[in-house]
């Protein structure tokens, strides 16, 4: 159980098989409400069997981890932690991914996701955490620093939205 900054309690845990529906509903919900996600709801078109597949593989890995959020059964936020890739070079780097309801969002749910991916990241023996924000977003550009991530390059043009504007990604890293 957590608390938020205005009262309200959910659960974190990880999901199970039986909350491939709700995270379906989670994504294309959050998709829905920013621009923010790489993808457009209506390309959100994962089949309920491949996301319980997902679930499943997530559950059993060594080197990722997911922290969800539930408000009573649904799914209302999400982060993760996987492995950037396998080889010897780069197995050091994991990814890092949050995307919250914008319900739940300013209640200080994001940062107790970060630190718990953060810790989990270290627990795994990760030395640095990595990814992609769109420059646009300062909230979530903000709250990567206060976590202690910091800026290390940018994509311009990263993202085209459907009416032609071009946003950049700002790379950004946190040193474990």
């Avoid at 309200?8 to 920013?34: C, G, H």
């Avoid at 593989?57 to 539930?70: H, I, M, Q, R």
Wanted: net charge negative; charged share 30%; with cysteine.
């Amino acid at each position: 159980m957590l608390t938020l900054n205005d009262g309200r309690t959910l659960v974190l845990r990880s999901a199970e098989e039986k909350d491939a529906v709700t995270m379906l509903d989670y994504i294309k919900q959050t998709a829905e409400e920013t621009h923010y996600l790489v993808r457009y709801p209506e390309e959100i078109n994962i089949e309920l069997e491949r996301e319980k597949e997902i679930i499943r593989n997530n559950l059993g890995a060594e080197d990722s981890a997911w922290f969800t959020v539930f408000d009573g059964e649904r799914a209302v936020g999400n982060c993760s932690i996987s492995r950037h890739r396998n080889h010897l070079k780069l197995r050091h780097r994991c990814d890092f991914a949050i995307a919250l309801e914008q319900a739940y969002c300013n209640g200080g749910l994001g940062t107790i996701l970060m630190q718990k991916a953060i810790d989990k990241a270290r627990e795994i023996g990760f030395e640095q955490m990595e990814l992609g924000a769109y420059a646009d977003n300062d909230r979530a550009i903000a709250l990567y620093k206060k976590m202690g991530f910091q800026e290390c390059g940018r994509t311009p043009k990263a993202f085209k939205l459907k009416d032609g504007t071009y946003i950049d990604e700002v790379n950004i890293i946190l040193f474990l």
